[in-house]
């Protein structure tokens, strides 16, 4: 079974620049309104969302029983850098929104592809919090038939599945990984310029590797 655990040490925002809100290019169901109203409230606010501007977050990183670190940076218009050591491995991988590269520990570069893309779509589109403020990425938002919010990243094949927990705050989220689940959870909430962000995150697909 394959453990990833990120604890945030260190979150930033820096300031978004006020100027009038561009028309959505996020599809909210309607159906999805109700919990993605529950969920911005639960987290602070989209005013307060929105204020946050680019993160850079830095935290230890676990895999395998290796424990590393991780660099990562996300803006509100779906662009990441995200730099993982662990160990004698080092990798990074840029997306800019629609493509992404990898510099391997080798340090040659390539393009991201297949799933890889579909993983930078995924975590830009959430990360960007797009799902709460649909002027952002590109994508579409549902419920699906247990009454789960469905995050479809615009040009991405597998969609995340979010779980709410009492708190209304996501607490579960599943995707395809290949043939096996990906199943991602959150815990100890902490607060970030006026918004609440997890500590650990923890993911799970059945690798023991």
Not at 39 to 48: C, E, H, K, S, V
Not at 112 to 132: I, K, N, T, V, Y
Request: charged share 25%; net charge negative.
């Amino acid at each position: 079974m394959k453990r990833l655990a990120i604890a945030v040490l260190v979150a930033c925002g820096a300031p978004a620049v006020h100027e009038p809100a561009p028309p959505p290019v996020a599809i909210v169901d309607p159906s999805a309104r109700t919990l993605l109203d529950a969920w911005a409230t639960a987290i602070g606010g989209r005013t307060q969302v929105a204020a946050l501007g680019a993160l850079h977050l830095q935290g230890r990183y676990t895999k395998g029983g290796v424990t590393g670190t991780i660099d990562l940076w996300e803006t509100p218009r779906g662009e990441r850098r995200e730099e993982l050591q662990l160990s004698f491995l080092h990798e990074l991988r840029v997306f800019d929104g629609a493509r992404g590269w990898l510099v391997d520990r080798n340090g040659e570069v390539r393009d991201l592809d297949g799933f890889e893309l579909d993983d930078q779509l995924a975590f830009a589109f959430r990360g960007s919090f797009a799902p709460l403020l649909a002027d952002r990425v590109p994508g579409a938002v549902t419920v699906d038939a247990k009454g789960n919010l469905v995050l479809a990243a615009a040009g991405g094949h597998r969609p995340e599945t979010v779980t709410l927990g009492p708190d209304h705050r996501p607490a579960r989220i599943v995707r395809r990984d290949s043939e096996k689940q990906r199943v991602t959870t959150f815990d100890h909430w902490i607060d970030v310029l006026g918004v609440a962000m997890p500590f650990h995150v923890h993911e799970d697909n059945g690798d023991p590797n």
